[in-house]
């Protein structure tokens, strides 16, 4: 039970060594933190990101998971902290400015255009990054280009077969794949998901896990997952932090996490205190 959870420990539990080699962090919060009234939602996590690591944020209902998601990529406004990315502070930067230098981000709740064609929604993606504006003298249809690299992405979100559906009639798993096919056409440095699997039938789920699993083959890319089943967090994090009341309180492989008694009784309910 959530209300028998004891309250935020002295600091937070960090597991092993999380050295990246020669890469440079490229995506770190410090203190950030957020306030509706006098409810901190967010509570001062500072915590680093890494290119080739997938890293899963867990913790309860309300533990902040989504908030702190909102912080990075620009659809709430710290109230204190700061959030760095590739060395530069963001903080001050709106949701699109973030998403133009790199972060790309994947609600709980598919965010298309519902009555454009499969191939439109991802053609405008990759007008979008590239630069594109619209040509009255030169119509869209006339930049192949543009057409053959959405066509390209559809096929490795193995939606190719589907580009000239209008992506409402797709089903709830489909427009999950959309949404990535989307976010791949922005050519992001960080990949973040909110709950991807939310919603989706037993059989859609391992196209969606698949398709995150592929990205990670990218050792280039940051790629934040935000989960609360476990199941999905097992098979695809190289790391867990676990957020509970707004703060962090712990940061380490999987396994360590998983097992440590603050997760157990925070994150799961169990209770690790031997009885009195």
């Known amino acids: ?46 915590c680093s990101f890494r290119p080739g690591e997938l890293t899963a944020i867990v913790g309860p209902n309300g533990a902040g998971k989504t908030t702190y998601f909102n912080l990075i990529s620009g659809q709430l406004r710290a109230s204190s902290g700061s959030i760095l990315f590739d060395g530069r502070d963001i903080t001050s930067l709106s949701a699109p400015l973030r998403t133009r230098a790199g972060l790309g981000r994947a609600f709980q709740l598919t965010n298309l255009f519902p009555n454009l064609s499969v191939e439109e929604n991802v053609r405008l993606a990759v007008q979008a990054q590239s630069g594109v504006h619209y040509d009255l003298l030169r119509p869209w249809m006339a930049r192949r280009d543009l057409i053959a690299r959405a066509d390209a992405i559809l096929d490795q979100v193995a939606l190719g077969s589907r580009r000239n559906i209008t992506a409402t009639t797709l089903s709830h798993g489909d427009q999950r794949k959309l949404e990535v096919a989307l976010m791949m056409a922005l050519e992001p440095k960080v990949f973040m998901f909110d709950e991807p699997t939310a919603g989706m039938s037993i059989d859609e789920v391992p196209v969606v896990l698949d398709l995150i699993g592929k990205l990670k083959q990218d050792k280039s890319r940051i790629i934040l997952l935000v989960e609360h089943k476990m199941d999905v967090v097992r098979s695809l994090a190289d790391r867990i932090i676990v957020l509970h009341n707004g703060q962090l309180v712990a940061d380490g492989k999987p396994a360590e996490v998983i097992a440590s008694p603050i997760v157990q009784e925070a994150y799961l309910g169990v209770s690790t205190r031997s009885a009195a």
């Not at 020669?22 to 967010?42: K, P, Q, S, Y």
């Open 1 to 46: 039970m959530l209300n028998s959870v004891p309250g935020p420990r002295a600091g937070h539990v960090h597991f092993g060594s999380h050295t990246a080699g020669d890469m440079a962090l490229t995506l770190e919060t410090r203190d950030l933190t957020i306030r509706f009234g006098g409810h901190v939602a967010v509570n001062c996590v500072s």
